[in-house]
Nanobody, 122 residues
């Protein structure tokens, strides 16, 4: 499975961005998908995850009420709609996928994209 993330960029505080991630290869293996981020000098952290059907989603406390994860299985896509962005949201955002049930831990995901940079200016 290969993942390709896009949609990052520079945005002012309070603005919005929509990240996209397309999966290719053996996509039938994918069960859960998620978004993680890594700010400079910090460890990679969980942002949001979604189950195979999209029926359940999970958000980090920092993302609740502002970020929404969704997926389109017909297109092998997962999205992260980010609203009310803050400077502390600045990070490289990674999409990830796994062959088993959804989790929020970084090291439980099997496949990773290359990351897309989000910069939020104050």
């Amino acid at each position: 499975v290969q993942l390709q993330a896009s949609g990052g960029g520079l945005v002012q505080a309070g603005g919005s961005l929509r990240l996209s991630c397309v999966a290719s290869g053996r996509t039938f293996r994918i069960v859960a998908m998620g978004w993680f981020r890594q700010a400079p000098g910090k460890e990679r952290e969980f942002v949001a995850a979604i189950t195979r059907t999209g029926g359940s989603t999970y958000n980090a406390d920092s993302a609740k009420g502002r970020f929404t994860i969704s997926r389109d299985n017909a297109k092998n896509m997962v999205y992260l709609q980010m609203n009310s962005l803050k400077p502390e949201d600045t990070a490289v955002y990674y999409c990830a996928a796994k062959d088993s049930i959804v989790t929020v831990t970084t090291n439980s995901y099997d496949y990773w994209g290359q990351g897309t940079l989000v910069t939020v200016s104050s």
